[in-house]
């Protein structure tokens, strides 16, 4: 039986550089799906007012909103026509500030999804640039000449397809990394960026307490737009190395710094999905005034299958490599140590449901479900939680395109059908699995016929598991996932240890038992998972510790139940 030697290497961190937002727990709420006040079918910002006591109670003091802003709602709100607006459906500039005083008097600051890489196409600057070369907006966004029948180049979107779409008034094409209704703009532009500015600046002036900046590594491309090498199936091609993390993009995040954040104390949070540990240092290291933290995907494709002749990132069948996770997790928690500021998610509204996909939703349901967060939470960054993922929400596995609102859909439909050689049953099956819609359907606050969410028609289909899985089921019952969260929740934004406490990986090779220490003075805690649903023995001598609580009743400490979770104290 292995014992565990303390290294006490971590000092407190002087008062003068701790932050409100070291202890954020931050909790996402996707507007359209959250709570329906008005039985249109769509949640909205009086449905979230409603909710705070519920948010309250489980004990997050942050809330990350998904935008609300005037919107076609081509991508759900990420494809922006008037940043100064709120979309009628969610409500009024009235409603944001009473949002904002309410969550304040419960001790819950606001953060706000600022999309800065793009429009909607019906942007009124977008609408007018589009309309002529001479237009006063046209250098807004990126424009390449071409034919209708040759594109300028071979780069695929985010959505799947090209990122040209040809403009017949102007016989051009224009750039879109996401949909082609979602135009990227032209960040090299001086007024463009102070028009971003300004608009940021309206809304910490409303009260709001931080952004999260959406595709941020996003803001500079390579304009001379190079041919990418194929694969030989695709026509398109993703160019990372063309569009993401590039030198000038860090200059613009000091600007943002220099003329929105000096002198606030906000949170902001970037979106850097394909960013690495270096690159997170510069992002993040508080000498260079850019960013306080970064959301980087590195480690979401642990379950997932790139190689040649497949469709990217469809589910590994031989199941979710944990020594992938281990690795990444060693990385960044002591890579990026006291060099910035880390995040800890498992899903968002880009992602599938966690318990679904890195759990087990049908028999270990909550014993998977609290495992995962107890191993995720207690490391060492701000927790970003989805909202239902305190009741264990799973999947909606969808099984037709009709069902389906994510505007990519489609397009993934007809790249695995027609490029990947997928019949309409496998393409679905995948679709099922992958969809960001699974992180969409709306709350499950009862087991009422519009799940406690609407008494209208939801604008995407409810979880059919939700006359079971909800709300009310999980605060009658004491111990149900939601109490567990409630009390890591407590434990992660008050106790020193699990704010700034080094992490130490435990067990590396074992391939059932995710395992680490965090430390910090005197103290260490040991948080040990069992990441498997069959009985692990206890390899590590736990004399020398106590209990402080564990995902299951009555622990032994010498047999790990399945998807059993301990967090413990060292004496």
């Not at 200059?251 to 104390?265: D, N, S």
Request: aromatic share 14%.
């Amino acid at each position: 039986m292995e014992k565990i030697t303390p290294k006490l290497t971590a000092n407190a961190v002087p008062k003068e550089d701790q932050k409100w937002w070291h202890r954020a727990i931050v909790y996402q709420i996707y507007p359209r799906s959250f709570q329906d006040s008005n039985g249109d079918g769509i949640g909205d910002i009086r449905g979230i007012i409603t909710r705070l006591d519920y948010l309250q109670n489980l004990g997050i003091n942050t809330i990350w909103l998904n935008p609300i802003f005037s919107s076609p709602q081509d991508d759900n709100g990420y494809d922006i026509s008037d940043f100064y607006t709120i979309a009628p459906e969610f409500g009024s500039i009235a409603d944001v500030q009473e949002l904002i005083f309410e969550a304040h008097a419960r001790d819950i600051k606001i953060v706000f999804d600022l999309v800065l890489s793009h429009t909607s196409d019906e942007h009124p600057w977008f609408v007018d640039a589009k309309s002529s070369k001479t237009s006063r907006y046209r250098d807004y966004y990126l424009w390449k000449s071409g034919t209708p029948q040759q594109k300028p180049n071979n780069w695929a979107s985010f959505f799947g397809g090209s990122v040209w779409e040809y403009n017949e008034r102007t016989e051009d094409y224009y750039f879109h990394l996401f949909s082609k209704k979602m135009p990227d703009i032209n960040w090299e532009n001086k007024k463009l960026r102070a028009e971003m500015y300004a608009i940021a600046n309206y809304w910490t002036k409303l009260g709001i307490d931080g952004f999260r900046m959406d595709a941020i590594v996003h803001l500079q491309k390579n304009t001379d737009f190079p041919e990418e090498k194929g694969d030989g199936i695709n026509p398109y091609v993703l160019s990372e190395k063309n569009y993401a993390n590039r030198p000038e993009v860090h200059h613009y995040v000091q600007e943002f710094y220099r003329e929105v954040l000096e002198g606030k104390e906000l949170l902001t949070v970037g979106e850097a999905s394909s960013a690495d540990v270096r690159e997170a240092i510069q992002y993040t290291n508080p000498s260079r005034k850019e960013l306080n933290m970064i959301i980087s995907f590195r480690a979401t494709g642990i379950d997932r299958l790139y190689k040649e002749g497949e469709y990217p990132g469809i589910r590994d069948p031989k199941g979710i490599r944990w020594h992938e996770l281990k690795a990444h997790m060693l990385e960044w928690q002591q890579g990026l140590f006291g060099k910035g500021w880390n995040t800890l998610f498992w899903n968002n509204h880009d992602l599938q449901r966690l318990v679904s996909r890195y759990g087990d939703d049908t028999k270990y349901r909550v014993e998977s479900a609290k495992m995962l967060a107890t191993l995720m939470y207690l490391q060492w960054g701000v927790p970003f939680l989805l909202q239902g993922e305190e009741i264990g929400m799973t999947n909606a596995y969808f099984t037709e395109l009709d069902q389906y609102r994510d505007t990519s859909v489609r397009q993934f439909y007809e790249d695995l059908t027609v490029h990947y050689g997928k019949n309409h049953r496998e393409a679905m099956d995948i679709i099922a699995e992958k969809s960001r819609d699974n992180s969409r359907t709306p709350m499950q606050w009862d087991g009422t016929v519009g799940a406690g969410f609407t008494t209208g028609t939801p604008w995407i289909g409810i979880n059919p598991n939700s006359s079971t899985i909800h709300v009310e089921n999980a605060l009658q019952d004491k111990n149900s996932l939601y109490y567990y969260y409630q009390k890591l929740i407590h434990l992660k934004k008050t106790d020193d240890v699990c704010v700034y406490g080094y992490f130490e990986l435990v067990l590396e090779e074992d391939p059932n038992i995710y395992a680490y220490t965090r430390t910090y003075e005197q103290q260490q805690y040991l948080i040990y998972c069992n990441l498997t649903d069959k009985q692990q023995e206890v390899a590590l001598n736990l004399l020398n510790y106590a209990l402080i609580f564990g995902s299951y009743a009555n622990p032994d400490l010498i047999i790990l139940r399945p998807y059993e979770a301990l967090v413990l104290r060292r004496k």
